[in-house]
């Protein structure tokens, strides 16, 4: 193990952090916090939906559902019910940079949830059998169905990304992947993808809370340690791209959906760099809550689009350029063209007024609390925490958001959208009533 850190506590973030890495290159992270007797153990690995090689798609999100079916020393189902059966809780998400693994335990419980994901990360494909692949297979299938196949306008993410992203482009498939490559791959095909990519190497093991920096390293190395390091884990394809689009798409949907909706999306910048901070404050102004342009002008003003559906977010992916999101759905008698025309006036608007001191400090005020919010627990901060690390390879630099957040002017926000918000750049997606073809 490589020397721990030093303490380390910056105007940001105002609790220490700690790391230390194992020899066989796993990456510790220590945050203390004594305040109540919780603890958080947090797992990145770097392999997300971006890494799937061609005919793979989907196999990072079934792994987060095969992770807790049972690895070398613990049964199936048992992992479940160690964690709640000791007073905590779990989960787990898929995203296209990343799979991460999190527990909430009652702190003299750290070294059981230590034990179990080192099991599993040593010792999942031992234990995986065709019948568990099978299984596991089904309860994806089902998730799709209930998740994006069968609820109004729930496939929107799954078109956009194709329409944002071209054929080839490590973000031009959702997590949720094709069932058409899940059902084709055989078992050891799936092992050898567990095998590639869950390695210590390739992972950060954040915990949160009340233990001690050196207890936590000490068990980090007792169990983590003697995982073999996996040599030439393949990186993810190049996500660069010119930036913005420069050739407008869109495609019109026919379905079963209460109301017509327009999604507008734009490629932006990765997460982490200052273009997206700009984005993240220009997207806040645009369509966060009442006090936002798109409710007041749509909801409050034209009073074509629907109150409750209406917003504009970006999704915070950092190694290609992130997607901004606006979207709105008609009120009753309000036909797509006329939404439409009325979202992309508010969106242009952007680029033509300037942004008034009111809106960016109501702005920052709302992502202030968001950031704050995000903190305010063992499990946000282990999550946020192990995001830098494996992100930016730095997990102080967390430290460093909220205050470029607040940083941002005004001018800054309208060179955005003058780069950002240009029409031939952008993806229209639109859902019209009716039933599908």
């Known amino acids: 193990m490589t020397s721990p850190t030093a303490p380390v506590a910056t105007t940001g973030y105002p609790w220490p952090i700690e790391t230390a890495q194992l020899t066989n290159g796993l990456r510790v992270v220590v945050s203390e916090d004594r305040t109540a007797p919780v603890v958080c153990v947090n797992l990145w690995y770097d392999v997300g939906s971006r890494h799937e090689p061609p005919g793979q798609t989907g196999f990072a999100h079934l792994f987060e559902h095969l992770m807790f079916e049972g690895s070398q020393h613990v049964k199936k189902t048992e992992h479940m019910k160690l964690v709640q059966g000791n007073g905590g809780s779990l989960n787990a998400t898929t995203n296209p940079d990343r799979t991460n693994y999190f527990e909430t335990m009652p702190s003299e419980h750290l070294e059981l949830a230590l034990w179990l994901e080192a099991d599993r990360m040593g010792g999942l494909v031992p234990a995986l059998t065709q019948e568990t692949l099978d299984n596991q297979r089904e309860v994806v299938?089902?998730?799709?169905?209930?998740?994006?196949?069968?609820?109004?306008?729930?496939?929107?993410?799954?078109?956009?990304?194709?329409?944002?992203?071209?054929?080839?482009?490590?973000?031009?498939?959702?997590?949720?992947?094709?069932?058409?490559?899940?059902?084709?791959?055989?078992?050891?095909?799936?092992?050898?993808?567990?095998?590639?990519?869950?390695?210590?190497?390739?992972?950060?093991?954040?915990?949160?809370?009340?233990?001690?920096?050196?207890?936590?390293?000490?068990?980090?190395?007792?169990?983590?340690?003697?995982?073999?390091?996996?040599?030439?884990?393949?990186?993810?394809?190049?996500?660069?791209?010119?930036?913005?689009?420069?050739?407008?798409?869109?495609?019109?949907?026919?379905?079963?959906?209460?109301?017509?909706?327009?999604?507008?999306?734009?490629?932006?910048?990765?997460?982490?760099?200052?273009?997206?901070?700009?984005?993240?404050?220009?997207?806040?102004?645009?369509?966060?809550?009442?006090?936002?342009?798109?409710?007041?002008?749509?909801?409050?003003?034209?009073?074509?689009?629907?109150?409750?559906?209406?917003?504009?977010?970006?999704?915070?992916?950092?190694?290609?350029?992130?997607?901004?999101?606006?979207?709105?759905?008609?009120?009753?008698?309000?036909?797509?063209?006329?939404?439409?025309?009325?979202?992309?006036?508010?969106?242009?608007?952007?680029?033509?007024?300037?942004?008034?001191?009111?809106?960016?400090?109501?702005?920052?005020?709302?992502?202030?609390?968001?950031?704050?919010?995000?903190?305010?627990?063992?499990?946000?901060?282990?999550?946020?925490?192990?995001?830098?690390?494996?992100?930016?390879?730095?997990?102080?630099?967390?430290a460093d958001r909220l205050p470029r957040w607040l940083a941002v002017t005004s001018e800054e926000v309208t060179e955005a959208a003058r780069q950002v918000l240009r029409p031939e750049s952008r993806v229209t997606l639109t859902y019209l009533p009716g039933e599908s073809a």
């Open 141 to 398: 299938k089902n998730e799709r169905r209930q998740r994006y196949d069968n609820v109004p306008y729930g496939d929107a993410w799954l078109r956009l990304l194709p329409l944002l992203y071209p054929q080839g482009h490590p973000y031009h498939h959702a997590t949720i992947g094709s069932m058409e490559d899940l059902n084709a791959a055989g078992l050891d095909t799936f092992k050898a993808f567990h095998q590639q990519y869950y390695a210590p190497n390739n992972a950060v093991l954040t915990v949160v809370g009340d233990v001690r920096a050196a207890e936590v390293f000490a068990l980090a190395e007792k169990y983590f340690g003697p995982i073999a390091t996996v040599p030439d884990i393949p990186p993810a394809p190049d996500g660069s791209l010119p930036d913005p689009a420069t050739e407008e798409a869109r495609e019109t949907i026919t379905a079963k959906v209460p109301a017509p909706r327009v999604y507008l999306s734009y490629r932006t910048y990765p997460f982490g760099t200052a273009g997206y901070d700009a984005v993240t404050v220009l997207a806040t102004i645009l369509g966060n809550g009442r006090g936002s342009r798109l409710y007041q002008r749509l909801a409050d003003g034209s009073r074509i689009a629907q109150p409750d559906y209406i917003g504009s977010y970006g999704v915070d992916l950092a190694h290609a350029p992130a997607p901004l999101i606006i979207t709105a759905t008609a009120k009753d008698g309000v036909d797509v063209v006329t939404l439409e025309a009325g979202l992309a006036e508010v969106v242009q608007s952007l680029v033509d007024e300037p942004v008034t001191t009111e809106e960016l400090d109501r702005a920052k005020a709302l992502l202030t609390t968001a950031w704050w919010r995000g903190v305010s627990t063992v499990g946000g901060r282990a999550d946020l925490l192990g995001r830098y690390a494996t992100q930016f390879g730095d997990p102080s630099t967390a």
